[in-house]
């Protein structure tokens, strides 16, 4: 069912948690695609572009520019692996256009943004931890030795998480690519490896 401009003005009145998130409308795509990560690995959520949550109502209203909010979400897709169902509107409230994404919960995998898994706490997003990735799984082993191999797999993709992030923050983008593609790449394998011993 498409979103109304009543929606929109029902989750403006809300604060921030943890199904909702507020973003001015150029945002870079990578922090969308993070955003997209911690929703679809805890519940799913709505995130609203075109306010800005520095300022009180109605000044906080700013609306967004539909050509750079469709180009940044493509590019953010593009950064998340698996993708969940994700549905993107462009809706106009009292003259100003706001972008609504909303973003459905995936069971059985757990959802990367550059080779790095995130979860939704609250308002915030953080990055993942061997711990919480055991919690958000839908079966928890009862094997010891299978357990102790699926904690081993939530260990090295929460490392993988925290190296991504380290070498993001020392070098420039250009020389981190080809390893972030790499990472991505290895980050999904142990998802799937993850769901595989669970099935």
Do not use: C
């Not at 994700?86 to 080779?115: I, N, R, Y």
């Not at 070098?171 to 999904?188: C, S």
């Amino acid at each position: 069912m498409p979103t109304t401009s009543d929606d929109v003005k029902r989750l403006l009145a809300e604060p921030e948690g943890q199904q909702l998130e507020f973003k001015i409308g150029n945002v870079k795509p990578g922090v969308i695609a993070q955003i997209v990560s911690a929703f679809a690995n805890s519940g799913g959520g709505t995130i609203v572009f075109g306010v800005r949550d520095d300022k009180p109502m109605p000044d906080r209203l700013i609306g967004i520019d539909e050509a750079r909010y469709t180009h940044a979400m493509r590019r953010a897709m593009q950064m998340v692996t698996p993708v969940p169902t994700v549905t993107t509107e462009v809706v106009s409230v009292d003259g100003k256009s706001f972008g609504v994404v909303k973003v459905e919960p995936l069971s059985g995998g757990l959802v990367q943004a550059m080779g790095q898994a995130f979860f939704r706490e609250g308002d915030r997003n953080s990055r993942a931890t061997a711990e919480r990735i055991m919690r958000s799984l839908p079966v928890q082993p009862k094997d010891p030795e299978l357990l102790t191999e699926v904690q081993g797999l939530a260990a090295a993709l929460a490392s993988q998480t925290i190296i991504i992030q380290e070498l993001r923050e020392a070098q420039g983008w250009k020389v981190q690519l080809p390893l972030m593609l790499l990472n991505g790449i290895i980050g999904a394998i142990l998802g799937v490896l993850v769901t595989m011993f669970l099935t």
